[in-house]
């Protein structure tokens, strides 16, 4: 754990904000998040620690920047009151400059909003909403541990609705124990039915040392196979397709003009400052850019930010070849993949130069395509973009 001494050298290009509110109201049976349901600390508390460390963080920055996305995320951000959150907002505006056309987004869990609390978060300046929906099947959002049942996740997207919220997204998951490709193609006619301006649908996966991990070690439930799971993958890419949904990332789909703005900031190495426990920053400076991240523990996280000021763990200094590793495994996960002319540009050496043959093979294979200066998975192939991916570490 280290403070940072001096001041940050000028970021390249704008900056975007990330808020982590590591709090919910339960535990769900599959999460390996940091997030807590028992954690003991007010929110009250919670955020003025975050207020500071938002403050004392804009000091260190040099030069103007100019804000042009905030993400709330968790955790479970809905749990904040609007009050709070609108306190988030203005600091962002405040101390980093936020646009006052940028994207707000806020992550909401459909069991702990109301109309009364979505139209505080409109009010307030949020204007994108993040739903977990995760599942139409109640009896698989009760095996993942969900606060709320299929009926309550659409009354919030009605609330959302009528709060005003036109640009909506909703989390769905796939691959859940036991689930056939029909019953997930039910699951896609029922979230087409809210027509959502955004989708992100994952599929599921035991991580170690959750419940649902456990309960698969003693075998009480097993996930679809590879092939059930790849045939699902594919499902959903059609059936949204077919939809006018375009997929622009692995597990990522939007209307026309609906992408996440905050998210292909990550995939495109575009600096990000993360505020709260465990959030994680990016700073794009130069020569090659700075990651780290803060405490993971909340209750660390706030006795350091009392004592010490701010913090940073894992603090790491890009090398020149970890920057360019990153800008194709990061960007390969979009379907516009990476453009070759901003590589050599920020490289000062052509993308055959460094990763000819890896290029060449996966050219060879059909795994990858070119289109002008960008290189990039066909869509359909996302599916295997591991195999792509892991050529690039
Ligand atoms: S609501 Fe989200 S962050 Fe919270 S426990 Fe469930 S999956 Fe994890």
Not at 128 to 146: E, K
Not at 330 to 359: C, K, Q, S
Not at 375 to 393: G, H, T
Request: charge should be negative; proline fraction near 5%.
């Amino acid at each position: 754990m280290q403070s940072p001494t001096a001041t940050e050298a000028p970021i390249r290009n704008s900056l975007s904000l990330y808020i982590h509110v590591p709090f919910c109201v339960k535990k769900c049976a599959y999460c390996d998040f940091a997030s807590s349901a028992d954690s003991g600390i007010s929110l009250e508390l919670y955020v003025d620690g975050v207020i500071r460390e938002m403050e004392l963080r804009a000091e260190l920055l040099l030069g103007r920047v100019a804000g042009r996305t905030l993400y709330l995320g968790g955790g479970t951000p809905s749990l904040l009151p609007p009050e709070l959150v609108a306190r988030f907002i203005t600091t962002a505006r405040e101390r980093y400059g936020l646009a006052p056309d940028a994207e707000i987004t806020l992550e909401a869990n459909p069991g702990t909003v109301t109309p009364e609390s979505l139209a505080g978060f409109r009010a307030a300046g949020v204007n994108r909403l993040s739903l977990g929906i995760q599942s139409f099947d109640d009896r698989m959002l009760a095996l993942l541990g969900r606060v709320h049942t299929a009926a309550e996740a659409r009354q919030a997207v009605a609330a959302a609705r009528g709060a005003g919220f036109d640009n909506l997204g909703i989390d769905l998951i796939h691959s859940l124990p036991g689930q056939t490709p029909n019953a997930w193609r039910e699951e896609l006619r029922q979230l087409l039915e809210l027509g959502p301006e955004h989708i992100s649908a994952y599929g599921l996966t035991l991580e170690e040392g959750t419940p649902l991990h456990r309960l698969g070690e003693e075998g009480g439930v097993s996930l679809p196979d590879d092939e059930v799971g790849s045939l699902m993958y594919g499902m959903t890419a059609e059936v949204l397709g077919a939809a006018g949904y375009e997929q622009y990332e692995i597990a990522n789909f939007s209307r026309p003009g609906r992408r996440s703005r905050h998210n292909q900031v990550y995939w495109q190495r575009e600096s990000c400052l993360g505020f709260g426990a465990a959030a994680h920053s990016f700073l794009r400076t130069p020569p090659f850019g700075r990651r780290w991240h803060n405490p993971l523990d909340p209750a660390t996280y706030l006795r350091i930010l009392g004592t010490d000021g701010v913090t940073e763990e894992e603090s790491a200094v890009l090398s020149r070849g970890d920057a360019m590793s990153e800008s194709f495994f990061l960007g390969l996960r979009m379907t516009d993949g990476v453009d070759t002319e901003r590589f050599r540009e920020e490289f000062g050496v052509a993308v055959e130069e460094v990763y000819g043959e890896e290029i060449d093979d996966l050219l060879g294979a059909a795994l990858l395509q070119r289109h002008g200066s960008r290189l990039s998975i066909p869509a359909p192939l996302l599916v295997l973009s591991n195999q792509v991916l892991v050529k690039f570490v």
